[in-house]
């Protein structure tokens, strides 16, 4: 395989459009460093649906592949594209799509940990900050529920920010489908550090002394803004007021992934969002 056509074709990856060309070239080289590149035969999976991540991504360079679903028509992506955002989030996570090359095809392994450790050794700050909100933006633009944006909890902060911190959200939820009058969870039950972004359909929440609030989406249910604490309990019951989709999360890896991914600065902002605006979502 030739190095210099990987250069070039990663290189001109949709998500480096924005950035100037010297820039793109910079990047490209620090793909090439961290990956190993790997030769497909048609039909050869890249990916496979079911089988852990390990937090690694493609970027098919040479050739196409077709991204498989069940129950929906094959994707055909053409060289050169990026594969696996999902894994630069959660490294246990389940591939969701087979990715099979299509015909002959060339594409560069590499682990995201590795990508962005190279990329802030090597590229200017600049640079590295551009490439980071470049591959955030193109993650965030394959989600459905872009609505999360819009939540109070993140009312005080920019719209990069807010972004930042709503990304990593989808990717370390479990989806959860609830029919007319299921429970999401029972008071008095144990709440295990977890959170419930609430992103379709409304829930109602009531409590034994008969308080009862409605929640609609996009919200959070559930929400510890300092710590994940995992021996308290439910101080109501959720249950869904016709059909809903929750993401529920672990309120611990979330926050490992704010402090991974946000500044000094931009963690004391985050901080400060939830203590002003935890009160505007149901608490616990």
């Known amino acids: 395989m030739d190095t210099e056509t990987a250069i ?17 070239a910079q990047v490209a080289n620090v793909f090439l460093d961290v990956s190993d590149l790997i030769h497909f035969n048609d039909g050869e999976p890249l990916i496979n649906s079911g089988y852990l ?19 929906q028509e094959p ?12 894994a630069q989030f959660k490294s246990a996570d389940i591939r969701s799509a087979t990715v099979r090359a299509r015909g002959s095809a060339n594409a560069a392994h ?28 193109q993650t965030w633009d394959r989600f ?5 944006v819009n939540l109070p909890l993140f009312a005080d902060l920019s719209e990069d920010l807010r972004l930042k911190v709503c990304l990593p959200l989808p990717m370390l ?21 977890q959170g419930h972004l609430l992103v379709e359909g409304k829930l109602k929440l009531y409590r034994k002394d008969g308080g009862e609030r409605h929640a609609e989406a996009p919200d959070i249910v559930g929400i510890f803004p300092n710590k994940s604490e995992t021996g308290v309990e439910w101080s109501a019951t959720a249950m869904a007021n016709g ?42």
């Open 110 to 137: 590499f682990y995201w940990d590795d990508l962005y450790q190279a990329a802030e050794k090597t590229l200017p700050e600049a640079a590295h900050l551009s490439f980071r909100t470049a591959v955030e933006r």
């Open 144 to 148: 459905d529920y872009k609505e999360i």
């Open 53 to 71: 991540a390990f937090g690694t991504g493609y970027v098919l360079f040479e050739g196409a592949a077709a991204v498989e679903r069940d129950g």
């Open 243 to 284: 059909p809903a989709v929750v993401l529920r999360f672990s309120w611990e890896q979330y926050t490992a992934q704010i402090v991974k991914r946000l500044t000094r600065d931009e963690q004391k902002a985050f901080v400060s969002t939830l203590k002003n605006n935890a009160g505007k979502h149901f608490w616990h």
């Open 75 to 86: 994707i055909e992506l053409k060289a050169p594209a990026l594969l696996g955002e999902m």
């Open 8 to 24: 070039q074709q990663i290189a001109n990856l949709d998500l480096l459009g924005p950035l100037p060309q010297d820039v793109r």
């Open 173 to 193: 939820s479990e989806r959860i489908t609830l029919g007319e009058v299921e429970t999401l969870f029972n008071q008095a039950s144990q709440c295990k550090g």
